[in-house]
């Protein structure tokens, strides 16, 4: 949810899509493209993102994702002013109008593209390129690596309108940063800048704001060269040794890397490094 106010929306005089794709090589950038409103989400932006990511999924020639926001803001969480989730004005109320079922957008638009996020076939790079409060900030989290410009926060805003974390923060937040850490982000809903984010483990780097682009691009560019079957085991491993002890872990590792031993990645990989030069994945 938004923990700022957004300037209003001007009037178009066409629908433009609130999701912008670029692709530069293997690398497919999204973009929310919102920036009057920084980037807030509602169900148009929600299916958007959906379809993109499973379109991206299908599509072989992709091996990274890039994930930022129009403007000035990375994603100021949901917009309260989407129908989908408005609550009744003061004349709606005391004529006995209901409030809507938040419980059903969660359900039918943040969930499926969540679990479509977590389950990329290829790796997925937040770049937070401004404030990324409420459900924008565990969309980011939601990645596999977050790159946040040095003026770029993070607030879990919930709590000053009286919810819960959604879009996944209540499982994100304590594996990355602990229950104590977790607590006091959600309860207190402060702004947590950058720096401190990458201190504590919340996300991956925090860089200059003029070196975001070339820092993400450089990324993505390294990541979409690697054997990205493998550094998406790699992120199931990590996610199902959370659920399970070391004995559990280790037959999973012992699997995993009976099946990886056989791919074309592990062959090319071993045989690069013994002659020398540099290897070229192609699993995904």
């Known amino acids: 949810m938004p923990d700022v106010t957004p300037e209003p929306s001007a009037p178009s005089a066409a629908p433009e899509s609130p999701l912008r794709l670029e692709r530069a090589g293997a690398v497919l950038t999204l973009t929310l493209d919102r920036p009057a409103v920084l980037n807030s989400l509602t169900t148009e932006l929600l299916r958007a993102l959906f379809l993109a990511l499973d379109a991206a999924a299908e599509d072989r020639s992709v091996r990274c994702v890039v994930l930022t926001g129009a403007g000035r803001a990375f994603c100021a969480g949901q917009d309260l002013a989407d129908p989908a989730i ?47 409060a409420g459900a924008g900030a565990n969309l980011a989290l939601a990645c596999d690596l977050v790159v946040a410009a040095r ?54 780097r925090c860089v200059d704001d003029a070196e975001l682009v070339d820092e993400v691009g450089a990324l993505a560019a390294r990541l979409a060269a690697m054997p ?6 790699t992120r199931r491993a990590l996610d199902a040794a959370q659920q399970t002890d070391l004995a559990g872990a280790l037959d999973h590792e012992q699997a995993l890397q009976r ?19 540099a290897p070229s994945f192609s699993d995904r």
Not at 106 to 127: G, K, Q
Not at 228 to 233: D, P
């Open 86 to 132: 408005s609550p009744p004005d003061e004349a709606a109320r005391a004529s006995g109008a209901a409030p809507k079922d938040i419980g059903h957008l969660l359900a039918h638009f943040y969930r499926p593209m969540l679990l479509r996020l977590r389950s990329m076939p290829v790796p997925v790079i937040a770049a937070v390129n401004g404030v990324a």
């Open 259 to 277: 099946e990886l031993g056989f791919a074309h990645d592990y062959q090319e990989g071993v045989a690069a490094f013994m002659a020398r030069r």
């Open 151 to 204: 003026s770029a926060s993070f607030i879990q805003a919930f709590s000053k309108i009286g919810l819960v974390p959604d879009c996944g923060g209540t499982w994100l937040l304590p594996r990355a940063v602990g229950r104590a850490r977790a607590l006091g982000l959600a309860m207190l809903g402060e702004r947590l800048p950058a720096v401190e984010a990458e201190r504590i483990g919340l996300i991956w």
């Open 228 to 233: 990205t079957r493998a550094l998406v085991e």
